[in-house]
């Protein structure tokens, strides 16, 4: 593993933003942990194909992530000093050890499947527009995609209820100035040249990969740039892996030309990050990550996990885009907002 090479200022990087120490929040995200396995339990059963010895074995692991979490409870500091990738770290080892490598395999296939069916109007639609306006619509597209977000208990209980939506919540984004807004700046440096090689952190399969980042990366490819797509190593939550973006990638590539021929060239280009969690820790990526990136001159970091609840406030040496939908309400909080507040942090080289 290594220190992701575009950090301005390694010795001082701390990634966690959400503060645990204080402790309504640590109640908070306690409470947030405690009801969101129980979507993680279900849709382990049904990628183990709801057998009797999956719904078991489910009950185990509940049994257990209980007994770790519940001491909690009365003491905070009952495990050390938690952050919030110690509660996905224990949470997955957990399924790990129920025999649930990735629980969310069957959602995120079915979804990946899905927005596939849709991308093909969704690319003619952004094709058919120039300019600022193509932008505007891919920005929009990553703020849609991302409600999928099964870490998310306003997202996992909209997402039972009614689906996955990217058209009807796209018609839905809350109109501009949003909650942290700099597309205009984001704009400004689209209009001028294009960069040179760009890294994109993805989040979630489904509509978030298939209908947000990738017809971006795609318009960057377009463009000229190098694009680096960096899906997580191991599965976590409903997170896209790097595996499953690749055999995604050959089945939009099909779809696509302009994607097969960046594909084939070079333009696009698929990472592993080295990562297992929803949140990512820049000081730990893949060698061959860090390897390629460190001639990047732009990074996105996509979703709530890598662009809100971790590297926020991280400071880079190049273009950072940090953008997402925030669908927790202590997160939204945090920033000043509410659920479904939209974030466009675009930080370029020589201010942040
Ligand atoms: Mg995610």
């Known amino acids: 593993m290594a220190l992701f090479p575009l950090l301005a200022d390694p010795a001082s990087y701390d990634p966690h933003e959400i503060d645990l120490s204080h402790q309504p929040t640590f109640d908070y995200w306690l409470d947030v942990f405690g009801r969101q396995i129980h979507s993680v339990l279900d849709h382990a059963i049904e990628t183990a194909g709801s057998t009797d010895d999956a719904r078991r074995r489910a009950a185990d692991a509940h049994a257990e992530f209980l007994a770790w979490l519940n001491p909690l409870l009365d003491d905070p500091a009952a495990h050390g000093p938690l952050d919030l990738m110690v509660f996905d770290r224990i949470r997955d080892a957990i399924m790990h050890r129920h025999g649930f ?8 296939r079915r979804e990946n499947e899905q927005a596939l069916a849709l991308l093909p ?45 990217f058209h009807g919540t796209r018609e839905q984004l809350p109109p501009r100035p949003w909650l942290v807004d700099s597309y205009d700046a984001l704009a400004a440096r689209f209009a001028a040249q294009p960069h040179r090689k760009a890294v994109l952190f993805v989040d979630n399969a489904g509509a978030d990969v298939t209908l947000g980042m990738i017809p971006f990366a795609r318009e960057l490819a377009r463009r000229g740039t190098h694009t680096l797509i960096t899906a997580n190593t191991g599965p976590s ?29 070079g333009h696009i280009q698929l990472i592993a990050s080295g990562n297992v969690l929803p ?64 974030i466009c942090r675009f930080e370029p080289a020589d201010e942040s």
């Open 101 to 108: 490598p990735d629980p969310h395999l069957a959602v995120k």
């Open 279 to 342: 949140l990512i820790d820049l000081r730990q990526v893949s060698d061959e990550l860090a390897a390629a990136s460190a001639d990047a001159d732009f990074i996105v970091l996509e979703g709530m996990g890598r662009a809100l609840e971790t590297n926020h406030n991280a400071a880079f040496t190049c273009d950072v885009l940090k953008i997402a939908m925030v669908k927790d309400p202590q997160v939204a909080a945090w920033l000043g907002g509410k659920p479904y507040d939209l």
């Open 237 to 265: 939550l409903n997170d896209i892996t790097h595996a499953e973006l690749t055999d995604h990638m050959a089945a939009i590539a099909d779809l696509d030309p302009l994607i097969a021929a960046a594909m084939a060239d």
């Open 121 to 165: 109007q969704l690319l003619a639609e952004i094709d058919a527009l120039q300019g600022e306006a193509r932008l505007a619509a891919l920005v929009r597209g990553i703020f849609a995609g991302n409600i999928f977000d099964l870490g998310s208990m306003g997202a996992i209980q909209r997402f039972r209820e009614s689906g996955m939506d």
